[in-house]
């Protein structure tokens, strides 16, 4: 089975970039959707954005990222990336990559479509 493990948080002021990384053990992403959430303090896990295997697949952003964080992939399909930009006080959380193979006809929001998680990665934004 996959292995997860994130990268790259941090601390930022409001404003900045950050990118965050995923790299994969024991298999690849090949076959698995793959998606990015966070746990703000005190708050439920929240869905950001899904990719699918399906080659030329269109990403799923959840509305409160959609335009400023991008999802991708290197082109070995080891490790998944996050980029962050424009990062504002109300993404400090703790972010957690994703991934699952029974994703078709699951809302690309649902956490129990997501087999194998990472540890996550705090991220925090000061203004």
């Known amino acids: 089975q996959v292995q997860l493990v994130e990268s790259g948080g941090g601390l930022v002021q409001a404003g900045d970039s950050l990118k965050l990384s995923c790299a994969a053990s024991?298999?690849?992403?090949?076959?698995?959707?793959v998606g990015w959430f966070r746990q703000p303090p005190g708050e439920e896990r929240e869905f950001l954005v899904r990719?699918?295997?399906?080659?030329?697949?269109?990403?799923v952003y959840a509305d409160s990222v959609k335009g400023r964080f991008t999802i991708s992939m290197d082109s070995a399909k080891i490790t998944l990336y996050l980029q962050m930009n424009n990062l504002k006080r109300e993404d400090t959380a703790v972010y957690y990559c994703a991934a699952g193979l029974r994703w078709a006809g699951v809302r690309p929001s649902d956490p129990r479509s997501y087999d194998y998680w990472g540890r996550g990665t705090q991220v925090t934004v000061s203004s």
């Open positions: 024991n298999d690849t992403f090949i076959d698995y959707a």
């Open positions: 990719l699918t295997p399906i080659k030329n697949s269109v990403p």
